[in-house]
């Protein structure tokens, strides 16, 4: 029987990207999954949105509802705290994931090594360089589905490369607990936001660990509500 694994994602009001999300992961995934779905309140307003919550409700997925807006790492840490498994991956709310793209990042995984997915871009916004700039639809109401498996399909790129972006990203639980968990200087959205993933991988590199990509992990990310 496979691993089962806890897939970790933050959300606050992109429930169109949410649902999307969700169903890929039911559709596309190789291993059983536990979803943790840590939502926030709406910075500005303080209010949760009620259509994040029907859409957990509609996939019978538990929504874990903070009382103050953690931000994206806090929200992974939260989510890392209340998960059951030894696997972790910290996702978005706004990512497609592609089929086998769990076992395709398992496969690469060893201790002390974090594992980042392959983002596929519209290019909205710069696509870092271990990601790839491919249009399918910057909404998940135009999303070109069909044609991103289609290509992915079709794509032979595999192994493992030393570099990457941060979203999906594996890690063992016990190698999470050992780096201490996300760090969340700053306020997500404002002008004292901290790249607290890029903080943290630079940590765990400076301790031994290593960090790089699964080249044939892939998601699709809108970048719209990025």
């Known amino acids: 029987m496979k691993d ?4 970790i994602i933050p959300t606050v009001n992109a429930f169109e990207e949410l649902d999307l999300a ?3 992961i039911k559709k596309n995934s190789d291993h059983p999954m536990e979803f943790v779905i840590v939502v926030d309140p709406d910075m500005n307003t303080g209010k949760v949105n009620e259509d ?5 409700k509609s996939h019978n997925v538990k929504a874990w509802v903070n009382k103050s807006n953690l931000g994206p790492y806090g929200n992974w840490n939260r989510g890392a705290e209340v998960s059951t498994t030894d696997w972790l991956i910290f996702a978005t709310d706004d990512q497609y994931f592609a089929p086998h ?5 398992l496969k690469y995984w060893k201790p002390k090594r974090l594992i980042a997915g392959r983002l596929v871009e519209p290019g909205i916004i710069p696509v870092y360089k271990t990601n790839i700039q491919a249009d399918f639809g910057v909404l998940p109401s135009e999303f070109k589905e069909q044609e991103f498996i289609a290509w992915c399909d079709k794509r032979r790129a595999q192994g493992y490369t030393p570099d990457g972006f941060f979203i999906p990203m594996l890690q063992k639980r016990q190698d999470y607990d050992a780096l201490g968990h996300y760090p969340t200087s700053g306020k997500f959205g404002t002008s004292t936001a901290v790249s607290n993933d890029y903080l943290y991988v630079q940590a765990a590199l400076s301790k031994g660990y290593e960090f790089g990509t699964a080249e044939d992990s892939y998601s699709y990310h809108f970048q719209a509500s990025s």
């Open 4 to 7: 089962k694994i806890s897939v």
């Open 101 to 105: 793209w769990d076992s395709n990042l």
């Open 22 to 24: 969700i169903k890929s």
């Open 52 to 56: 994040i919550l029907k859409v957990c």
